[in-house]
Structures are given as structure tokens and as C-alpha cells.
């Protein structure tokens, strides 16, 4: 593996972090889970991030074609949960305090 190909995936991680983590963020919002510190707040939203992803993936294994309902779930989560409807910088805002 080349050095270019391990920065594509510390991008992709990074990626997916922030995406899991705005999924999540938008979880503590409708919960109204305000009271943890800023911190506190960017670790539970990934946590609950990666729980939200794990159970649409679940979903889509049900799906008559479970190679479509896998990527059809990763796709709600990305564009659903973390879309224009939220907030744009969920987990920057969590990291900052706001």
C-alpha cells in the first residue's frame, strides 16, 4: 500500500466520522440530551451515529436484493439524517461547545 492510498483512507475515515457523528448529533437534538460537556457531546454523537448506521444496515440485509438495501442504508444515513434538514456543522458545533 502506497502513501497515497492510506491518505485516501484516513479521508475516508474522517469522512465517515463526521457523517456518523452529524446522524448522531441530530439524534441528541430530538432528545434534547444538551447537559454533557462538548466533548461528551462529539462521543456520544459518534456512538449514536454508528448505532443508527449499524441498524439501517441491519434493515437493508431484509431486502430481497441485501447487496441494494445495504447501499440503499448507507445512503438514508448519509442523505436523511444528515442532510439540509439538520444541522450542517453538527459535529464541528459539538467539538466547539455551542
Given at each position: 500500500m502506497t502513501a497515497l492510498?492510506?491518505?485516501g483512507l484516513c479521508a475516508a475515515l474522517?469522512?465517515?466520522v463526521?457523517?456518523?457523528t452529524g446522524a448522531g448529533a441530530l439524534v441528541l437534538r430530538i432528545l434534547r440530551a444538551t447537559d454533557a460537556s462538548s466533548a461528551d457531546t462529539f462521543l456520544f454523537s459518534a456512538a449514536l451515529g454508528i448505532v443508527l448506521f449499524d441498524l439501517a444496515v441491519i434493515?437493508?440485509?431484509f431486502a430481497p436484493n441485501p447487496r441494494v438495501?445495504?447501499?440503499l442504508a448507507a445512503a438514508i444515513v448519509g442523505l436523511?439524517?444528515?442532510g439540509p434538514w439538520g444541522d450542517q456543522n453538527c459535529?464541528?458545533?459539538a467539538c466547539a461547545g455551542r
Open positions: 492510498h492510506t491518505l474522517v469522512f465517515s463526521l457523517l456518523l434493515m437493508g440485509e438495501g445495504i447501499r436523511v439524517l444528515s459535529s464541528i458545533n
